[in-house]
């Protein structure tokens, strides 16, 4: 799974850090990220982490989060 931020919808409501706090957190400019530590080394966020992520992309309320699974 590929977190994707669209960074001129998020208007840094921490929603998603909220609802997926080892995932998501807010930079130095109020904008969400995904954290380091939450990817694997090709760049996707393990399958630990779904349902949460799930909730946090249905949570954003300006839909700035969209996930894609990759072959």
């Not at 997926?20 to 969400?32: G, I």
């Not at 760049?43 to 779904?50: C, P, Q």
Request: charged share 30%; proline share 6%; hydrophobic share 40%.
């Amino acid at each position: 799974m590929r977190i994707s931020i669209d960074r001129g919808l998020c208007e840094g409501n921490a929603v998603c850090e909220a609802l997926a706090p080892l995932t998501f957190d807010l930079d130095e400019n109020d904008q969400a990220r995904v954290l380091a530590e939450a990817l694997r080394p090709d760049g996707e966020v393990s399958e630990d982490h779904r349902a949460l992520v799930e909730r946090a992309v249905d949570g954003c309320p300006r839909l700035a989060i969209s996930v894609t699974d990759q072959p």
